[in-house]
């Protein structure tokens, strides 16, 4: 599948963003998603994930409260709603199948938060 994320941009402390993420070739209803993000010079981490059937959303402590990953399956899309956003949610983020394969990995999409 071909993953193509978008939405991010520059938003100050406190502001919200939507991002994304759109699939090529093959159904997003055939996958668990997840978004990840990944700091330049840091190893990418695992932001939210959401099962196929769309009814078991996980988060990472660091966004618990303030991300909500969603899909449309019709749109053949994955979102991730984010509010309250930090400086330190800063990085560029991707979505890719949950678990992730090494060949999913879009180009992503930068979002900078302000202070």
């Known amino acids: 599948v071909q993953l193509q994320a978008s939405g991010g941009g520059l938003v100050q402390a406190g502001g919200s963003l939507r991002l994304s993420c759109v699939a090529f070739r093959r159904t997003l209803r055939s996958y668990h998603m997840g978004w990840f993000r990944q700091v330049t010079g840091k190893e990418r981490e695992f932001v939210a994930s959401?099962?196929?059937?769309?009814?078991?959303?996980q988060y990472a402590d660091t966004v618990k409260g303030r991300f909500t990953i969603s899909r449309d399956n019709a749109k053949n899309t994955l979102y991730l709603q984010m509010i309250s956003l930090k400086p330190e949610d800063t990085a560029v983020y991707y979505c890719n199948a949950y678990p992730a394969y090494d060949d999913y990995w879009g180009q992503g999409t930068q979002v900078t938060v302000s202070s």
């Open positions: 959401d099962t196929r059937g769309g009814g078991g959303q």
